[in-house]
C-alpha cells in the first residue's frame, strides 16, 4: 500500500514538497512540528543557504502533496504509526539525510549569516557521492541518530 502511494507521490508534480515533508516529520518530535513551523522550514533552501519568506507553502498544498499520509492539526504528523516505520526504511528521492537537513535548517535560522561559511564545506562534504550518510552511518554508528 505505501509503496503504491509512494509510487504515485513521485510522479506527482509536488514530490520535492511531500518529500521534504516526509524528512521533517520523521526527524521532528511529534509533539513539536506544527502547520507554521513546516511551513517555514520549506521555505529554506538548502542549496542556498536562504530562507524565502515569500514562498510559504499553504498547508491544503501540503496534505495534497502527501496524498493522505500526514495529516495537520496543532502539528503535522504520519496518518498512523506504520507509516512513520515505513518511512523510516523508504528511498525519498536523494533527499540529505533528514537530521542533517533539520540541523542545517535550524542552524541558518539562529546564526548571523557570516557564520554560514562555516557549514558550506560541512554541507558539500556530505552531498558528495562517497560520503553519503549510509557511507557515514557504517563508520560512525552514531550519525544521524
Not at 46 to 62: G, M, N, Q, V
Not at 113 to 139: E, G, K, Y
Amino acid at each position: 500500500m505505501y509503496d503504491h502511494t509512494l509510487g504515485r507521490i513521485r510522479d506527482s508534480d509536488d514530490a520535492s514538497i511531500a518529500f521534504r515533508v516526509f524528512s521533517w516529520v520523521l526527524c521532528a518530535h511529534p509533539d513539536v512540528l506544527s502547520p507554521h513551523c513546516l511551513q517555514r522550514a520549506l521555505s529554506f533552501d538548502p542549496e542556498t543557504k536562504a530562507f524565502d519568506k515569500d514562498d510559504i507553502t499553504p498547508i491544503p498544498l501540503i496534505l495534497s502533496a502527501c496524498q493522505g499520509l500526514v495529516v495537520a492539526g496543532e502539528t503535522v504528523r504520519f496518518i498512523h504509526y506504520s507509516t512513520y516505520e515505513y518511512m523510516k526504511r523508504a528511498e525519498l528521492d536523494n533527499l540529505p539525510d533528514p537530521h542533517f537537513l533539520a540541523a542545517i535548517t535550524c542552524l541558518v535560522g539562529a546564526l548571523p549569516l557570516r557564520i554560514i561559511s562555516v557549514i558550506d564545506p560541512f554541507s558539500r562534504l556530505l552531498n558528495q557521492p562517497l560520503v553519503s550518510s549510509i557511507h557515514l552511518r557504517a563508520r560512525r554508528p552514531l550519525f544521524g541518530m
